[in-house]
């Protein structure tokens, strides 16, 4: 056969049925792409042809057998078939295992469930991309059982000395930080998470329950429950959801707490407003004013007698000098140093690496230029 | 539905037809003559058909296509056979130096009706110089046409449109393509359909999902790589993935690029496959035009699958190794999806 035929047809066969033919002597002349090629017999014996003139033969189909003794076309046919039965194999334990579409485990995937507890739902069928979706939409469907989950380890019902309750508002990265700061500040515990990711719903960040949505009503519910006492917003990195939050919330009455590292150092005669994260090794200098709402990751350094507005978010290593003025809603990247009486104005965003020795008007976005050359270091061998 | 013709029987059938229709075509190349037919049988019967216009020639590639260009030069159509294409190298300069510049360098006056047909691809152990894909290296030569019909094309009526062309074209045929049917048709669980059905050389859509739904992954290849297509399909179908594999007959020059970047646009995910090495190649070019016209519309970078950067072993196990198989498009379609 040639390397390109998949199938060969017999054009002559040169034998009678039930002949007997000896090893090496032509039986039939089958014809392929290539060429026309005779067909010997293997074997001393009687003949047998399973196939016909013009038959078109696939490559392993058997053209004719060549028994001891004269055999019918049946009894080898039977005899064939009983040899190629398919042998079942035995099922591996666990098998059922692999019981859901590629897609259905990627879109677990993509909503951050494991696609064994969609399976858990659905005993004995085979996972859909749809399964998913309709187990994801029940999970958020689920009402949300505020007593059961808020985790008020305060057995403390008289105000002095009590420990601060507090909700964090989203639960990412920011919260654990808040919750790393918490774990060392003996007046404060977070005893609630609300996040609109509603897959993180009924979970726990570092043991605190996420007990439901971003939602004003249930949180102010559960402080007139006296389930809670404060608020704080742990999303850096959107300005206009910390703004909305603080502002919405605040007229709705709910109060806001702030989180300050016991690392972070505040000065005399300093101010600080409603709602802040200061994290560790920060410095809220002498006579400095801190308004409501900012996020300062750590290493960050309000010099004395600056003046910080609302809504403000730092990366690590924002470092001002004296009298600086930052309005409301700015942002700042990692590691920026900040000259004495600079103003920075509001809803500007100074991006990494930045020395600002000017004022910055307000809605401004700044990027540093530094260019770093890098080339490979000679080693000697 | 009558059963479709084979690779091999559509490019017989169009050679007979065209010889029939237009007493200018000609046929030449090593070993075409009947009884043998030609290496792959695309011959078979031409030589006892058409014994004044179907000849042998001797084994010189450059000989062959330099001949075609003076027959095409002086009005005949000539269409030659190299027998294996890594042998198109020989023929390199005959193509690129002649056939694709004289009608510019004559200004227009002269025409060059040239149709070099040459198999393809490996898969058949036949080692580092009769397995390999190298249609790219003669991709962007202006004024020279590749093309490559999928088993989704109608292998017959692109030859057709090629010997009709007035520009000289290759015209690749990939080997492990000859002995499969022609799939031209929709199926109970494949759409088939043209993209611009009118096109000399026409980009085939296939789809493993209904009306309504839209693709998960665009999966963009050609010719030989289309056999592993039928089984994919219903691969990724039963896994509840939505593939649109866009499979156009001219590589080069690349179709327009409009409904490929709607398609990618429309996914965001996108995977090249070519029978060849990826370097500087055919995958390479479509993605950098997919990337000017789909800057931020992609989900995800393009990811592009070939052949190993290295000969094709002659084993069959260690040219399994080297070459692409169902398993590594697939991965790659899994990778731009997860």
């Known amino acids: 056969m040639g390397a390109n035929d998949t199938t060969a047809i017999i054009v002559e066969i040169a034998k009678q049925p039930g002949e007997q033919v000896r090893k090496g002597e032509v039986i039939c002349v089958a014809e392929t792409t290539k060429s026309i090629f005779d067909i010997e017999a293997t074997h001393d014996g009687w003949i047998t042809f399973l196939a016909e003139t013009g038959g078109e033969l696939a490559v392993g189909e058997p053209v004719a057998a060549i028994c001891d003794t004269p055999t019918s076309a049946e009894e080898i046919l039977a005899f064939i078939a009983s040899v190629s039965a398919p042998v079942i194999l035995p099922q591996a334990e666990g098998d059922a295992a692999a019981s859901w579409t590629m897609k259905a485990e990627m879109v677990a995937r993509q909503q951050g469930i494991e696609i064994q507890q969609v399976a858990a739902v659905f005993p004995g069928k085979k996972i859909t991309e749809a399964d998913v979706h309709q187990f994801l939409a029940e999970q958020s469907a689920k009402p949300i059982s505020v007593t059961a989950a808020v985790r008020d380890l305060v057995n403390d019902p008289y105000p002095a000395g009590r420990v601060q309750r507090l909700v964090i508002v989203g639960g990412g990265e920011g919260a654990v930080q808040i919750l790393d700061a918490l774990a060392k500040i003996p007046g404060q515990h977070a005893v609630a998470i609300v996040d609109d990711n509603a897959t993180l719903h009924g979970r726990s960040v570092a043991g605190v329950p996420v007990v439901g949505p971003v939602d004003a009503t249930h949180v102010k519910q559960m402080i007139q429950q006296n389930q809670a006492d404060g608020v704080v917003i742990s999303v850096s990195t959107s300005i206009p959801f910390r703004q909305r939050i603080f502002d919405e919330w605040s007229a709705a009455g709910i109060p806001f707490a702030n989180v300050v590292h016991p690392s972070a150092q505040v000065g005399i005669n300093a101010a600080i407003g409603a709602g802040n994260v200061i994290l560790a090794f920060c410095q809220i200098g002498p006579c400095a004013t801190v308004g409501n709402n900012n996020f300062l990751s750590a290493y960050c350094s309000i010099e004395h007698h600056s003046t910080l507005g609302n809504h403000c978010s730092f990366g690590p290593g924002v470092i001002t000098s004296s009298r600086a003025n930052i309005g409301d809603r700015a942002r700042f990247g990692t590691g920026i140093f900040i000259e004495p009486h600079i103003t920075v104005g509001h809803d500007s965003v100074v991006g990494s690496g930045c020395i600002l020795w000017s004022d910055v008007p307000a809605e401004s976005v700044l990027k540093s230029k530094l260019n770093y050359a890098i080339r490979q270091k000679k080693v000697k061998r | ?338």
């Open chain 2, 1 to 338: 539905m009558s059963q479709m013709l084979t690779n091999v029987e559509s490019l017989r059938g169009a050679l007979h037809n065209a010889m029939a229709d237009d007493s200018a075509v000609v046929v030449f190349g090593e070993d075409i003559l009947d009884p043998y037919g030609g290496a792959f049988k695309v011959t078979k019967g031409l030589s006892t058909a058409f014994p004044q216009r179907v000849f042998t020639t001797p084994i010189c590639e450059g000989s062959i296509v330099g001949m075609a260009n003076g027959l095409a030069l002086r009005g005949m159509r000539p269409v030659a056979e190299l027998m294996f294409g890594d042998f198109i190298t020989l023929a390199a300069d005959q193509l690129i130096n002649h056939a694709a510049k004289f009608p510019a360098m004559y200004n227009g006056r002269v025409t060059l009706p040239l149709v070099v047909r040459t198999p393809m691809g490996g898969g058949r152990g036949y080692g580092p110089t009769h397995s390999q894909s190298l249609e790219r290296m003669f991709c962007g030569v202006p004024h020279l046409s590749v093309v490559a019909p999928s088993i989704f094309h109608d292998a017959g009526k692109s030859l057709r449109a090629a010997i009709a062309s007035a520009q000289p074209v290759v015209f690749i045929e990939n080997k492990l393509l000859y002995p499969l049917r022609q799939q031209l048709h929709s199926t109970a669980t494949l759409q088939h359909e043209f993209l611009d059905a009118e096109a000399e050389y026409p980009t085939v859509r296939l789809r493993n999902f209904g009306a309504g739904n839209s693709p998960d992954v665009t999966l963009i290849t050609n010719g030989g790589i289309s056999r592993f297509l039928p089984s994919l399909l219903q691969r990724l179908s039963d896994e509840e993935i939505r593939l649109e594999a866009l499979i156009p007959a001219s590589l080069s020059p690349l179709p327009p690029i409009a409904p490929f970047a709607a398609a990618a646009a429309n996914s965001g995910r996108v995977v090249i496959a070519e029978e060849g090495t990826t370097s500087n190649g055919w995958g390479a070019e479509f993605a950098a035009r997919l990337y000017e016209s789909c800057m931020g519309k992609l989900a995800c970078p393009i990811v592009r699958v070939g052949a190993l950067p290295t000969v094709i072993p002659a084993a069959k196990q260690l040219e399994d190794e080297v070459l692409v198989s169902e398993t590594t498009i697939l991965n790659a379609i899994l990778k731009v999806f997860s």
